[in-house]
T-cell receptor, first 112, second 115 residues
Framework: SQKIEQNSEALNIQEGKTATLTCNYT??????LQWYRQDPGRGPVFLLL?????KEKRKERLKVTFDTTLKQSLFHITASQPADSATYLC???????????FGKGNQVVVIP | EPEVTQTPSHQVTQMGQEVILRCVPI?????FYWYRQILGQKVEFLVS????????KSEIFDDQFSVERPDGSNFTLKIRSTKLEDSAMYFC?????????????FGDGTRLSIL
């Protein structure tokens, strides 16, 4: 069966350090992978999109890598700040589909 | 910055009743979506809509669900005869082009509580 796995345990990290989150998938051949941020009681907010032929994408303090051989994406927040505390969702999309398939999300808590 | 708006923010309904959730997508977007998120679970795709018709739907989107774009701005999700397991957050999203190649912009959801 198709699975998108993100760490269920919250990541507690000291302010200023780099947070790294993992998204692993099985039985998917994603054309695109997107990362979203979700705050409690709010809708997901788009952060970054990476295509299957791209290895890495950056936006300000955020970096995403995509390894289709390992079937894994890593999401990095450098110089983390308390305002980065949220749940981060990995979402896959395959060619020919309109749907995004989401992982359950990984909570990040940045400690001042 | 333009945003997707959803109303109501919270809807409480008796089991078996019909409910309509409303969304105003971003004005120049062409693709519209509904997702739901049961408490503590992942966000799940329900349906996508383009050019006034459903372009894709999930196995969750059965005959009790329907979507409509009644005018140039609103996009609605109707649940005909609600069940207890329909209790969830329902998110509307829109995108400028096919959503998997572009960001999807989400509203803040309607929390649906079925009693």
């Amino acid at each position: 069966s198709q699975k998108i796995e993100q760490n269920s345990e919250a990541l507690n990290i000291q302010e200023g350090k780099t947070a790294t989150l993992t998204c692993n998938y099985t039985n998917y051949s994603p054309a695109y992978l997107q990362w979203y941020r979700q705050d409690p009681g709010r809708g997901p907010v788009f952060l970054l999109l990476i295509r299957e032929n791209e290895k890495e994408k950056r936006k300000e303090r955020l970096k995403v890598t995509f390894d289709t051989t390992l079937k894994q994406s890593l999401f990095h927040i450098t110089a983390s700040q308390p305002a980065d505390s949220a749940t981060y969702l990995c979402a896959l999309a395959v060619y020919g589909n309109n749907r995004l398939a989401f992982g359950k999300g990984n909570q990040v808590v940045v400690i001042p | 910055e333009p945003e997707v708006t959803q109303t109501p923010s919270h809807q409480v309904t008796q089991m078996g009743q019909e409910v309509i959730l409303r969304c105003v997508p971003i004005s120049n977007h062409l693709y519209f979506y509904w997702y739901r998120q049961i408490l503590g679970q992942k966000v799940e795709f329900l349906v996508s809509f383009y050019n006034n018709e459903i372009s894709e739907k999930s196995e969750i989107f059965d005959d009790q669900f329907s979507v409509e774009r009644p005018d140039g701005s609103n996009f609605t999700l109707k649940i005909r005869s609600t069940k207890l397991e329909d209790s969830a957050m329902y998110f509307c999203a829109s995108s400028a082009s096919q959503g998997v190649r572009q960001p999807q912009h989400f509203g803040d959801g309607t929390r649906l509580s079925i009693l």
